[in-house]
């Protein structure tokens, strides 16, 4: 097991606003990429889990196997627990952990997955070389992470502009990478995984019922989440900044025709 720690920090938090989107997240909408390769029997690890929807909802495709959410802050697995208990999913179970030195022996599951992990940790190429540690011989890691480099919107407002910009800034400053979609290939060849297979897919909101709600959640995020505490922390912006660009994502949900597209690159690693 490695001896290390994560020093990063985390931009969005686990604010309701951001909880929202998180409990929106589904096998299916977000983990597609890596179903034709499950079997009923497998053992998989998934990183970062937060409040749980993806993991439990994997846990139908193994029926016969099991799943363990992992996540560093502890608090959220309350509510992923009772996600489980909800579902009556018994082939689960949530621990807390950090991913830089994973507490599990080398060949632990058939497969290590994580989802919008990597582009907010220090070091996303020593991640990738604990989770291909537990990983077994003939299973596979697997990651997706969104690139806000590749995030494209109608209409073009000049405030959302100026959102991307200062996501990025704060991203940095808190030692993550925003543009991680487009790297993950290339981490996973510097952490020494083999037999990469790369693919993206993207998030697409354009109902009125998606406008409005993924609009509102980022117009509460911004003022009163850990993204706003670190963006006023660091002197990257004031309040009052962050209050123009919350009444921006109103202005831009009110548009008839609006529309956001949210790129992710995928890869899948083969241990051989």
Same mark, same amino acid.
């Given at each position: 097991? @490695?001896?290390?720690? *994560? ?23 977000? @983990?597609?990429?890596?179903? =034709?390769?499950?079997? =009923? ?21 193994? =029926?016969?196997? +099991? ?6 802050? %502890? ?10 208990? %909800? ?11 950090? @991913? ?8 632990? !599951? ?40 590749? !995030? ?12 991307? +910009? ?10 993550? #990478? =925003? ?30 019922? #998606? ?8 117009? %509460? ?34 548009? *008839? ?6 790129? +992710? ?6 241990? +051989?």
């Amino acid at each position: 097991m @490695a001896d290390k720690t *994560e020093s990063a920090v985390y931009t969005h938090g686990h604010h309701a606003s951001v909880l929202r989107s998180h409990t929106w997240r589904t096998a299916l909408n977000s @983990a597609a990429y890596i179903l =034709p390769h499950l079997k =009923p029997d497998m053992k998989i690890l998934d990183i970062g889990c937060g409040p749980g929807t993806i993991t439990v909802d994997l846990a139908s495709y193994i =029926p016969q196997g +099991h799943i363990t959410g992992l996540e560093r802050a %502890e608090g959220v697995l309350d509510q992923a627990r009772a996600l489980a208990k %909800e579902k009556d999913v018994k082939n689960v179970d949530f621990v807390v952990g950090d @991913a830089n030195g994973l507490s599990y022996e080398d060949q632990s !599951f058939d497969v290590v997955i994580c989802h919008q992990v990597l582009q907010h940790v220090r070091n996303p190429i020593g991640i990738l070389k604990e989770m291909y540690r537990v990983a077994k011989v003939g299973g596979f890691v697997a990651a997706r992470e969104s690139d806000y480099g590749g !995030f494209v919107w109608y209409p073009s407002l000049d405030g959302l502009s100026k959102w991307s +910009h200062l996501y990025d800034e704060v991203a940095r400053n808190n030692g993550g #990478e =925003p543009n991680a979609g487009r790297m993950l290939h290339s981490w996973a060849r510097q952490a020494g995984l083999a037999d990469i297979k790369c693919s993206t897919s993207t998030w697409c909101y354009q109902t009125k019922d #998606e406008i409005s709600w993924w609009s509102d959640l980022w117009a %509460e995020r911004i003022v009163v989440s850990s993204f706003a505490t670190t963006a006023i922390d660091a002197q990257i912006a004031t309040k009052g900044d962050l209050e123009n660009l919350a009444k921006v994502w109103r202005k831009w949900g009110d548009e *008839e025709d609006a529309w956001f597209n949210l790129l +992710h690159g995928e890869i899948i690693a083969y241990k +051989h």
